[in-house]
């Protein structure tokens, strides 16, 4: 099962939940304020953001927050910790690493953004 569909599954108890898979660059946001952004950021090794990776998170995170709730907040997977810091600070968002991991054999973190 996609991982977007057993999400789905595991949150049809709870109403007014939206869950869509999509590109924030290119996604048209409709419905209500985001609390929640559920991110696998692009680790840079088969995709190589041009204007590099502090730059293309920075863009996700501004993109999300046009779209937010007071209460949002953001759960992020990255190898690249340091531009997740970078591009977290320059958005005006805390950042905390909750758990290191392992993805195909390389080290990544789970992080969580808020805003202030």
């Known amino acids: 099962m996609p991982p977007i569909a057993l999400a789905k599954k595991r949150l049809s108890w709870r109403r007014n939940t939206i869950l869509t898979r999509a590109d924030s660059s290119r996604f048209e946001f409709s419905g209500p304020p985001l609390t929640l952004t559920i991110s696998n950021l692009p680790f840079g090794k088969r995709f190589k953001p041009a204007a590099g ?54 080290a990544a973190a789970i992080w969580v953004a808020k805003r202030g």
Request: proline letters at 2%.
């Open 53 to 106: 990776t502090q730059a293309f998170y920075e863009a996700i995170l501004r993109r999300s927050l046009e779209h937010a709730a007071p209460e949002w907040r953001a759960v992020l997977l990255t190898s690249d910790g340091e531009a997740l810091s970078a591009a977290a600070e320059r958005a005006g968002l805390s950042l905390a690493r909750t758990a290191e991991i392992k993805v195909r054999g390389e």
